[in-house]
């Protein structure tokens, strides 16, 4: 089922492109990446879930959170947190939380 709504922002957490998905028979919508498959709250309308979509991709928050917990990935595939990697990343997760 297509139906027309507001062009999606691309992905916050991988940069993909991202589409309106939708359980048929049920009026529930939401956005969704293609590439990675992070998805948005759900909607009653495909609009709804656009503008839903297009919200958490605005939110730099997440996008600080993002960058601080792959500052404690080691590029060998380990873990690499030092104290400032640690405080950087929960100051992160509190401000995308809204736990200041
Ligand atoms: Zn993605």
Known sequence: MSEKHT????CPF????AKIDDESGLD???GEC?????DADIAETAEE??????????????SELLKAAKACLAPDGGFY???ENERNLRAAIAKATGND
């Not at 062009?7 to 691309?10: E, G, K, N």
């Not at 991988?14 to 492109?17: E, V």
């Not at 293609?34 to 992070?38: D, L, P, S």
């Open 7 to 10: 062009p999606l922002l691309p």
């Open 14 to 17: 991988c940069g993909g492109a």
């Open 28 to 30: 529930a919508f939401w």
């Open 34 to 38: 293609i590439e990675c498959g992070a």
């Open 49 to 62: 879930a656009a503008t839903a979509w297009n919200m958490r991709a605005h939110d730099p928050s997440w």
């Open 81 to 83: 947190c030092t104290t």
